[in-house]
């Protein structure tokens, strides 16, 4: 079974960058597709990015295109979501999951198997 660990949120001013790390441990996640989600307070767990096993294709969110970028580092066992020009709508926990080689939903969070505990990004207006 994959732990997965997220780092880097925190308090930011609206405009501002965060970038978020997710480190796995117990196996190598080289063969896993890759997504964050984000669960505002009150609200249902909302889709994210996306980053497929060989980093050849990613997808976003509307709400988050053009100011978010997933990438990963396998040698790291490490997925990031480096997110750009926040706004205060972006304010709440994000959490990274890993699912299996091949998926369909890639936005649906029963898609995936695995999920880390969560970081919290607040974003101030």
């Known amino acids: 079974q994959v732990q997965l660990v997220e780092s880097g949120g925190g308090l930011v001013q609206a405009g501002g960058s965060l970038r978020l790390s997710c480190a796995a441990s117990g196996r190598t996640l080289s063969s896993n597709n890759m997504g964050w989600f984000r669960q505002a307070s009150g609200k249902e767990r909302e889709f994210v990015a996306h980053i497929t096993w060989s980093s050849a294709t990613t997808y976003y969110a509307d709400s988050v295109k053009g100011r978010f970028t997933i990438s990963r580092d396998n040698a790291k066992n490490t997925v990031y979501l480096q997110m750009n020009s926040l706004k205060p709508e972006d304010t709440a926990v994000y959490y990274c999951?890993?699912?299996?080689?091949?998926?369909?939903?890639?936005?649906?969070?029963?898609?995936?198997?695995?999920w880390g505990q969560g970081t919290q990004v607040t974003v101030s207006s």
């Open positions: 999951a890993s699912a299996g080689k091949y998926i369909v939903n890639y936005d649906k969070p029963y898609q995936y198997d695995n």
